[in-house]
């Protein structure tokens, strides 16, 4: 029922920006979580950052100060926007929703068993 279609991957100088988009679609609540994640070669899916419906975000300590997470409610559109970017951030970035809230701002980290909808992973490679 609930679609999201991921874009804004591709290959970057180390150093360099990108800006992921997902958009969101058949998304009929007016609450929720929004979290990246990313999954590099060999390595488990492990949270970005994650934005609640009502403001709270959560951001993992390895992208504090790079990454910023915003979500565009009249378009329904989860950006993160990625500065700074280092070889270590080369993975599948996947977008992902859930229906209840968090409450972010007790999470230092989001898990993808607590998310129930994905996109189909973009890849970024910083090199």
């Known amino acids: 029922d609930v679609q999201l279609v991921e874009s804004g991957g591709g290959s970057v100088q180390t150093g360099g920006s990108l800006r992921l988009s997902c958009k969101v679609s058949?998304?009929?609540?007016?609450?929720?979580?929004l979290a990246w994640f990313r999954q590099a070669p060999g390595k488990a899916r492990e949270g970005v950052a994650a934005?609640?419906?009502?403001?709270?975000?959560t951001y993992d300590d390895s992208v504090k100060g790079r990454f910023a997470i915003s979500h565009d409610n009249e378009e329904n559109i989860l950006y993160l926007q990625m500065n700074n970017l280092k070889p270590e951030d080369t993975a599948v970035y996947y977008c992902?929703?859930?229906?209840?809230?968090?409450?972010?701002?007790?999470?230092?980290?989001?898990?993808?068993?607590?998310?129930?909808?994905w996109g189909q992973g973009t890849q970024v490679t910083v090199s």
């Open positions: 992902a929703i859930r229906a209840t809230p968090l409450d972010l701002a007790y999470y230092s980290e989001v898990a993808p068993a607590d998310f129930t909808d």
């Open positions: 058949g998304y009929t609540y007016r609450t929720y979580s």
């Open positions: 934005i609640d419906s009502d403001g709270p975000v």
